[in-house]
């Protein structure tokens, strides 16, 4: 017969009495269906952790099993959505209901010399209450702003947000000159009526990979890094996430 040590046996007892399970159930994965399978980042929306992907979106939920398995049982993720509750992004949003919250992105580095000793000098980076950051992007002082936050003329043709924060020289000159203007979520939201859109076609490379990749949109559901050549072509994945109100214009 095989003895457990008696504080192991007074626990279960203990939280049998309370009618409380001895141990905890394991969440149903799902499978690894999802175009970020394997990435060593959990894209499942059921759960949230650091070891999540910075963004999610609902086509991923129980789609991404290798990943989000090996994150839980590192403790690097949680489950914070019952599994058999309703997806937590309806099918399209509701009037007055509060947008989901953006990626925050690469958080600015504070405003002074950018890591590494590089980037500006030690003077406050903000005009017009701007937190503009400092120039320690490979694009920086390349006379467009490559900051994903700002739309405008004054935008490079390809952005992402491994340049927020880090392009201040070039996105506060054109701030300053009007050419550029801080995007603006709940506006772009209220603005954008997605049955009126043309979203092209899907041709793009990444077409049907449950995010958008169409440069003219921005939001949670937006891809990672977005430029000119995927401009409606990747009309499935954008009309869809733009009905979820996952996504919006940028130039709205």
Wanted: proline fraction near 7%; aromatic fraction near 6%; charged fraction near 20%.
């Amino acid at each position: 017969m095989i003895r457990r040590p008696a504080a192991l046996l007074a626990l279960s007892i203990a939280l049998n009495a309370a009618g409380l399970p001895a141990i905890a159930q394991t969440p149903e994965f799902g499978d690894d269906s999802s175009a970020w399978a394997r990435d060593g980042e959990c894209d499942d929306p059921r759960f949230a952790g650091p070891g999540m992907s910075s963004v999610t979106v609902q086509v991923d939920r129980m789609a991404d099993a290798t990943d989000c398995r090996t994150a839980f049982e590192a403790g690097q993720v949680r489950l914070v959505e019952d599994q058999g509750g309703p997806p937590a992004t309806a099918d399209a949003a509701e009037p007055g209901a509060s947008p989901p919250a953006l990626p925050a992105g690469p958080a600015p580095a504070p405003t002074g010399s950018a890591p590494g000793g590089k980037g500006s000098a030690a003077t406050p980076a903000a005009t017009a209450g701007v937190n503009f950051g400092n120039d320690s992007s490979e694009w920086a002082n390349d006379g467009e702003c490559d900051d994903r936050r700002f739309v405008g003329q004054g935008m490079a043709a390809s952005i992402s947000w491994a340049s927020v924060g880090r392009d201040a020289s070039d996105c506060r000159t054109l701030h300053d000159a009007g050419a550029l203007r801080l995007w603006d979520w709940a506006e772009a939201r209220a603005a954008t009526q997605c049955a009126a859109l043309d979203f092209g076609d899907d041709a793009g490379e990444y077409a049907h990979d449950g995010e958008c990749d169409d440069l003219r949109f921005e939001g949670p559901g937006a891809a990672g890094a977005l430029g000119e050549a995927t401009v409606g072509h990747d009309a499935s994945d954008c009309s869809q996430l733009c009905a979820f109100g996952v996504v919006a214009l940028r130039d709205y």
